[in-house]
Nanobody
């Protein structure tokens, strides 16, 4: 079993910054893609940013230039640095990881979510 534990959420003023972290632990061979999603009340969950094991990144248009995703493979950890935050960034942020287990199977796991509220 693999667990993803997120941290770093909280209340931040518009224009401020926040860094989210997500650490994976448990029985796994390796981690392929890691990503951050978010879900605002009444809306569908949406992809914010993703990063492959080799470091290739992808961002949704609304966060390009403001958010940066990174990872430390040796720590099985992914980060999301969020700058110039806007009220519309308010949401629960979820970590997602595609884990390769010993059999070679790929399994997707989700974290429990961490709330980010952007408000003055």
């Amino acid at each position: 079993q693999v667990q993803l534990v997120e941290s770093g959420g909280g209340l931040v003023q518009p224009g401020g910054s926040r860094r989210l972290s997500c650490a994976a632990s448990g029985s796994m061979f390796s981690i392929n893609r890691m990503a951050w999603y978010r879900q605002a009340p009444g809306k569908q969950r949406e992809l914010v940013a993703s990063i492959t094991s080799s470091g290739s990144t992808n961002y949704r248009d609304s966060v390009k230039g403001r958010f940066t995703i990174s990872r430390v493979n040796a720590k099985n950890t992914v980060y999301l640095q969020m700058n110039s935050l806007k009220p519309e960034d308010t949401a629960a942020y979820y970590c997602n990881a595609e884990v390769v287990v010993g059999s070679g199977s790929r399994i997707g796991y989700w974290g429990q979510g961490t709330q980010v509220t952007v408000s003055s």
